[in-house]
């Protein structure tokens, strides 16, 4: 059998085309913001999950990778656990002032930890997407090498051992976001239109419509990750996941073992992605919140052309445990009942196809695996 799911398509199936002219290129991903009623148990999570302190007040709290970005990770205290939105960097001083003019708001003094120039923007469902330029970089944390390995056609180390240290993996970067839709074309138009994401994967339903894609930084012949943004269809606007790079496997598997020491609940993993090829291992956090660890990434150019393939539980892995029933939340709770309803009574082939979703990833996997 294969694991490959490239769906056919030609003249006649629905594009995910790049923006012709987008608004302005996004540079990096900077962070992502969550809203938590504890910040002391939101640290102690994070920092088992391997990042560090950058900041903190009693109502704000900056934590950082090992990398120069001055903080990657931002949760400010409130009577909810809910995601508030990310932060994206731009390379020119003028993007900010393009992007203010566009959507009618302001270039201001952004507060935190690297300070720098900010514009507050919001997203088509009302994430907030602050916009940053100027922040000063922090001094990046000594990492360990990547664990080199002996192979039998290429040694590398005699009279030596491997001891990973047990200790919370070191991150070095905030690697992607995986943000959930209710109306999948017009979320992703606006990030390829606005910020110029190049789609690096698109997943369709068998009848070759979109609805989801991976999305790249587009910074011409620099490779940057496979995807930084992944934009999907849901009942509901949500971050499913935020990604952390690690250095290696080793840190992905004793990442794992420190969660466990510390009684997390283990989301999913360990597995080898199959768009995006990522070592993956997925933990939530004390609001049920997931959290990718993962490691040895692909990276595209920006010539690299997209790849269309189905949208289904086969896809998503290429070893690994099976995908958990539990990983998607697909659970009716009232406001999604509400969204399905509106979108059945408004939209009917976007209700059609959330149906064709939900059956397409209902449908088990491998059958070794059930
Ligand atoms: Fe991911």
């Not at 949500?238 to 598997?253: M, R, S």
């Not at 997209?306 to 998607?328: A, N, S, T, V």
């Not at 939209?347 to 088990?364: G, H, N, Q, Y």
Request: charged share 25%.
């Amino acid at each position: 059998m294969s694991l490959q799911t490239t769906v056919k398509h030609g003249p006649g199936s629905i594009e995910l085309p790049r923006g012709p002219s987008p608004l302005v290129k996004a540079h990096e991903l900077l962070f992502a913001h969550f809203e938590r009623p504890d910040l002391d148990k939101a640290e102690a999570y994070l920092c088992d999950f391997g990042l560090v302190r950058a900041e903190k007040s009693d109502n704000e709290l900056f934590m950082r990778g090992a990398g120069p970005k001055p903080y990657i990770y931002r949760i400010t205290r409130g009577p909810r656990a809910r995601f508030l939105g990310l932060g994206l960097s731009v390379s020119e001083a003028e993007n900010l002032e393009t992007l203010a003019k566009a959507f009618g708001s302001r270039v201001e003094c952004a507060g935190g930890p690297g300070g720098g120039f900010v514009v507050r923007l919001r997203d088509p469902q009302g994430i907030e997407v602050e916009v940053l330029h100027g922040m000063t970089p922090s001094t990046p944390l000594p990492v360990r090498p990547p664990i080199q390995h002996n192979a039998p056609t290429h040694i590398v180390r005699v009279n030596d051992t491997q001891r990973p240290k047990f200790e919370p993996p070191q991150v070095t970067k905030l690697g992607h976001l995986v943000l959930e839709t209710p109306d999948f074309d017009r979320s992703v138009r606006w990030y390829i239109d606005t910020f110029g994401f190049i789609p690096s994967d698109v997943m369709c339903l068998p009848d070759g419509t979109p609805i989801g894609s991976f999305m790249r930084l587009d910074r011409g012949a620099e490779p940057t990750d496979h995807h930084t943004l992944f934009v999907s269809t849901g009942l509901e606007s949500k971050v499913d996941h935020v990604a952390f790079e690690v250095i290696d496997l080793d840190a992905v598997e004793m990442g794992q073992q420190v969660m466990m020491a510390n009684s997390y609940r283990h989301a999913w993993g360990v597995g080898r992605h199959l768009l995006g090829s990522q070592i993956f291992d997925y933990w939530r956090d004390p609001w049920g919140q997931k959290h990718e660890h993962y490691a040895d990434g692909d990276l595209f150019d920006a010539d690299q052309p997209p790849g269309y393939h189905l949208m289904d539980r086969e896809g998503l892995y290429q070893w690994g445990p099976d995908l958990p029933d539990d990983f998607i939340d697909a659970r009716l709770t009232a406001r999604r009942l509400w969204n399905l309803l509106k979108i059945a009574a408004n939209d009917r082939a976007r209700f059609r196809r959330m149906l064709a979703l939900k059956d397409s990833l209902s449908r088990p996997s491998r059958k070794w695996q059930r």
